[in-house]
């Protein structure tokens, strides 16, 4: 598939798929210094050739697979890493433990996760509801004395 394409074209789909625009990725790719319409038309036919299609969509998973395994490397490290020093099997400065932290964050292994575990009953719910819709003025103070199936929308 790829074999079909010239240099200029092979760069045109790389430049697509790192995220510039079509016209863009033309000019650049072909050296082109014409009309803004004769770019467009042209990066637009270009790009509706399959072959160009193909090459881009193979390039920007290729780059999706890359980030993946580098993340999930980078997590496999950082685990590695921190059981090895646990256990006494490496020792690490704390410049480099702080170094692993920052990995650990930026591939994602560190969310903040906040859970209200609390058990409340349906009539505390319900209470807290209408005192919140009281607030907002949705219902009237007869309603609060009321069910909760009396609030209407």
């Known amino acids: ?10 760069r ?11 016209a863009d990725a033309y ?8 009309c803004s319409q004769t770019v467009r038309n042209s990066a637009s036919k270009l790009m509706k050739q399959e072959y160009i299609k193909s090459t881009v969509d193979s390039i920007i998973k290729r780059k999706s697979d890359l980030n993946i395994a580098r993340h999930v490397s980078s997590q496999d490290l ?4 921190l ?3 646990i256990t006494g099997t490496i020792d690490l400065e704390p410049t480099q433990v702080q170094s692993l932290s920052i990995l650990a964050k ?6 903040t996760r906040i859970e209200d575990v609390t058990e409340r009953s349906s009539d505390d719910i319900a209470t807290d509801l209408k ?3 009281l607030q907002l003025s949705l219902i ?3 309603d609060v004395e009321g069910n909760v199936s009396d609030v209407t929308h």
């Open 140 to 142: 009237t103070d007869d």
């Open 1 to 10: 598939m790829t074999d079909k394409l010239t240099g200029k074209q092979r």
């Open 106 to 111: 930026t591939s994602g292994m560190y969310t």
């Open 78 to 81: 950082v685990t590695r890493t």
């Open 12 to 22: 045109f789909c790389e430049l697509v798929a790192s995220g510039k625009t079509q």
């Open 27 to 34: 000019r650049e790719a072909y050296d082109s210094n014409g």
């Open 83 to 85: 059981r090895d020093h």
């Open 131 to 133: 005192r919140k819709l």
